[in-house]
């Protein structure tokens, strides 16, 4: 079952977690790992948004 919807309020920063299904992991090699972060990286800039932090455990 999803979780519920957070409230989000604009200018509060979010504590974001990405996991693979059953916690597994989300990418298969570092090609993959790359090819996310220049999406994420993308994504920022057209939203205007600031990353202050990512872990990216293998």
Do not use: K, T
Not at 16 to 45: M, P, S
């Amino acid at each position: 079952m999803p979780r519920r919807r957070g409230i989000h309020i604009d200018g509060v920063p979010l504590h974001i977690v990405q996991r693979g299904h059953n916690r597994g992991v989300c990418f298969l090699d570092d090609h993959d790992r790359g090819a996310f972060l220049d999406w994420l990286r993308e994504a920022l800039a057209r939203e205007r948004c600031r990353l202050h932090a990512n872990v990216s455990c293998r």
